[in-house]
């Protein structure tokens, strides 16, 4: 999946052996093509991928996203809001509004609702959170709904930072939430400063490399979800935060995807950059 986003991707999902990629159009599709089944050649084993492509307008792709949305209740106190009807609500719910777009993140995909049901649970007010691959925000907006005193969301996709942009200032979280344009690399994450939470809903391949640049970015006690994995991959996952010295908390399995909850022995108490 990174390597699709080298290949120029706007954004990239995975369902099941499945991987959805939205490219901006091409002068040529079959360049395209081409150079995207080198690059999965390259970071995979498949030696034949089957890559299909079409056009969709991005008025058309926005249309398609919000239909058949509904809001939903992600955890105890968080229900994202894609469109339709304002929801039902309870004192003290935090509901995420999101606009059509193109960028991935509802409470329609396991990897977000899972990672929203362990984060309702350990975020405490005047966390400070790191959101690495935020998407369309949901999970940095929910983080500041509950309470956050900042929230630094850092999305690859220049696309979707503006989407998660929008989001933000929708829900009237926008001094609280930070969206930055960055393809996360472990040397990037020293200059960051140091925060009582990180999510990280990625891929493995792009996870695993990042982990032990985040155990020393959390603070002593500091927690850490991670997403985007797949069941069977989990183990590479728990070997390389063993290795860093975090402690497994929490393991939450939905349809396929493994997310899980870590702590901090070990995190530095130093105050935030």
């Known amino acids: 999946m990174d390597a699709l986003r080298r290949a120029g991707a706007r954004g990239v999902d995975r369902e099941g052996a499945h991987v959805l990629a939205l490219f901006p159009p091409p002068h040529d599709i079959e360049p395209l093509v081409r150079e995207v089944e080198a690059a ?12 299909t492509c079409r056009w969709e307008p991005a008025e058309s792709l926005r249309e398609r996203w919000a239909a058949g949305l509904a809001p939903r209740r992600a955890s105890g106190r ?32 396991p990897t977000t609702r899972a990672c929203l ?46 989407a998660a942009r929008a989001n933000v200032r929708e829900n009237g979280v926008a001094t609280t939430v930070e969206v930055r344009e960055l393809l996360v690399r472990p040397h990037h994450l020293p200059g960051l400063g140091r925060f009582e939470g990180i999510l990280a809903n990625l891929e493995t391949e792009t996870l695993v490399p990042l982990i032990p640049a985040m155990t020393p970015a959390l603070v002593s006690g500091g927690w850490l979800i991670v997403s985007g994995v797949l069941t069977q ?32 022995q070990n995190g530095s108490t130093a105050p935030a950059a």
């Open 233 to 264: 991959e989990s183990g590479r996952v728990l070997e390389a935060a063993h290795r860093t010295g975090l402690t497994p908390e929490v393991a939450d399995r939905d349809a396929g995807w493994w997310t899980a909850g870590f702590r901090s």
């Open 40 to 51: 999965v050649r390259a970071s995979t084993t498949l030696e034949n991928p089957t890559i």
């Open 117 to 162: 049901r362990l984060l309702d649970s350990r975020i405490r007010p005047g966390d400070r959170v790191l959101d690495i691959g935020a998407g369309s925000a949901v999970l940095s907006i929910a983080a500041a709904l509950l309470g956050a005193r900042r929230v630094l969301a850092l999305e690859a996709d220049d696309v979707a930072c503006a």
């Open 78 to 109: 968080i229900v994202v809001w894609p469109g339709g009807e304002p929801p039902e609500t309870r004192p003290g719910d935090a509901v995420v509004r999101l606009l059509p777009g193109p960028a991935f993140g509802t409470a329609e995909h």
